[in-house]
């Protein structure tokens, strides 16, 4: 018991090198989701079509948001890492589905409408 409570005050415990992969996912899944929303926001407002004929990135046809999320993911080091997963398949969640549109456009219109 005394070893427990020495590693809880040192923060030395057992799961300390997960929790901190934990919160390094959630910080990055959050990041992603802020410039996500942000961009679905800002074509939603000026009524500009968010997708195209071809739903796959780095394809000719995909139109307004997934070209404009390849652009940011040049400059930004955030969607950059994003991208980069998914071209390695580190991660099978990318959140730049057409479904994803849709249900952020519902909730941006929900909480308009409730204000």
């Given at each position: 018991?005394?070893?427990?409570?020495?590693?809880?005050?040192?923060?030395?415990?057992?799961?300390?090198?997960?929790?901190?992969?934990?919160?390094?996912?959630?910080?990055?899944?959050?990041?992603?989701?802020?410039?996500?929303?942000?961009?679905?926001?800002?074509?939603?407002?000026?009524?500009?079509?968010?997708?195209?004929?071809?739903?796959?990135?780095?394809?000719?046809?995909?139109?307004?948001?997934?070209?404009?999320?390849?652009m940011i993911a040049e400059f930004d080091?955030?969607?950059?890492?994003?991208?980069?997963?998914?071209?390695?398949?580190?991660?099978?969640?990318?959140?730049?589905?057409?479904?994803?549109?849709?249900?952020?456009?519902?909730?941006?219109?929900?909480?308009?409408?409730?204000?």
């Amino acid at each position: 018991m005394s070893e427990l409570r020495v590693r809880l005050s040192t923060n030395q415990t057992i799961d300390k090198e997960l929790q901190e992969l934990i919160k390094k996912d959630t910080t990055h899944w959050k990041e992603v989701l802020i410039r996500i929303i942000a961009l679905v926001k800002c074509l939603a407002e000026y009524d500009v079509p968010l997708r195209g004929s071809n739903k796959k990135l780095y394809t000719k046809s995909n139109w307004n948001f997934l070209g404009i999320m390849q652009m940011i993911a040049e400059f930004d080091p955030v969607m950059k890492e994003h991208f980069r997963k998914i071209k390695d398949k580190d991660t099978h969640c990318h959140y730049l589905s057409h479904k994803i549109h849709s249900e952020l456009i519902e909730m941006l219109a929900s909480e308009i409408k409730s204000e």
